[in-house]
């Protein structure tokens, strides 16, 4: 095989696999925000503004750009991903 042909080759095979994972891509939607229940009522925390989700003993924080620990709603970090 020629290095062109092999080139060419090459890029049909890079060609139909950049077309199959486009086709299996599928466009997630996200949660945009998390309503927190508090003593003085609710309020929704933006996503953007959350580092990271923590759970413990079926307790499931989010912690936010600011560094306080918001209580969710959600019983597991599972529930979160979906």
Do not use: P
């Amino acid at each position: 095989m020629t290095g062109r042909t092999q080139e060419s080759e090459e890029n049909n095979w890079m060609a139909n696999i950049s077309s199959l994972i486009r086709q299996n891509i599928v466009e997630k939607s996200y949660e945009k925000r998390f309503s927190i229940n508090t003593n003085q009522g609710i309020y929704f925390l933006e996503t953007e503004n959350i580092i990271f989700f923590a759970a413990n003993e079926g307790v499931v924080f989010a912690c936010d750009t600011k560094g306080k620990n918001h209580l969710l709603t959600e019983s597991t970090l599972k529930d979160i991903e979906e």
